[in-house]
């Protein structure tokens, strides 16, 4: 970003004899870098901003240490000129793939809440992944700030993509300044229906679109056709190989890859009790967000 205008010495830079500042020993930089947060983000919202910088003048009334008065008047500097941003993409706390883990990886145990049946022509497996915060059930808060994910799910034409799942997932236990995988609160009341399975969570992992059509499967790609909750067509795709030439098609893939793995990595190494630095007892709540 541009600096505003500096007719003299602005940043401490000391005025040579004869009072020109063209000059100056310690000249302002062109330009500086800025920082700022928009905390009011939106998932799945494309944003860009605009920006002016109005700095003090560190010159304000120092008369004896400018060339002329007027240099001392203004308590702040012009406004910069106006700088637009790139458009920043905000990933959406909800992504699904038209991906077959079963036939991905034949030898991987699927995790808790997967669905083991072979995909058909009438249904197709998907997997989905929901960014969470934090949220309570069972009457306790649950701090999670990470992904969780619903490795297999099968999805029939006409159906809405998604559904209620009880999953692993990490969470923060503040008092023990480490992550365990979540678990629900003490049994049930009397009368009431029976606690789901202690270690897992019930997650809402509904997208909100709706599954037009399919085709393909295990010898060839799948190809989901599907209506956006806006009520924009979409379309979802198994191709996960690494020559495709569609580069957004690889792009999309290598992150479901690097997401699934870290999110079982993670798994693996809480319930083994790893706490070495690096590892998931050390990772701030809110981390791996991409």
Do not use: C
């Not at 995909?119 to 009457?139: E, L």
């Amino acid at each position: 970003m541009k600096m505003p205008g500096n007719p003299m010495g602005i940043g401490g830079g000391k005025m040579p004899e004869g009072g020109n500042p063209e000059e100056s020993a310690d000249p302002m930089p062109e330009k500086a870098l800025l920082r700022f947060v928009d905390v009011e983000v939106q998932p799945g919202k494309t944003y860009q901003y605009q920006v002016q910088i109005q700095m003090a003048n560190p010159n304000y009334k120092k008369y004896d240490k400018v060339a002329f008065r007027a240099l001392a008047e203004e308590e702040k500097l012009p406004l910069s000129a106006p700088v637009e941003t790139d458009p920043v993409s905000v990933p959406p706390e909800v992504q699904f793939y038209a991906v077959d883990e079963k036939l991905l990886n034949p030898k991987h145990k699927l995790a808790a809440g997967s669905v083991l049946e072979s995909a058909t022509d009438a249904r197709a497996a998907v997997q989905i992944h929901k960014w969470i915060g934090s949220f309570t059930f069972g009457g306790a808060a649950h701090e999670i700030g990470d992904w969780a994910i619903a490795e297999r799910l099968l999805v029939h034409r006409g159906e809405y993509l998604g559904k209620e799942v009880p999953v692993e997932i990490p969470e923060w236990k503040m008092l023990r300044n480490k992550f365990e995988i979540a678990s629900q609160a003490g049994p049930s009341k009397k009368g009431a229906p029976p606690p789901r399975a202690q270690g897992k969570i019930p997650v809402d992992f509904n997208t909100g679109a709706l599954v037009v059509d399919f085709e393909g499967g295990k010898d060839a790609p799948v190809e989901m056709l599907l209506v956006s909750p806006e009520g924009r067509l979409m379309v979802r795709s198994s191709r996960e190989v690494s020559d495709s030439d569609d580069f957004v098609v690889h792009k999309e893939a290598v992150v479901r890859k690097e997401r699934h793995q870290h999110w079982l990595d993670r798994l693996t190494d809480i319930k083994s009790g790893g706490q070495e630095k690096g590892k998931a007892g050390e990772v701030d709540p809110g981390g791996g967000r991409p």
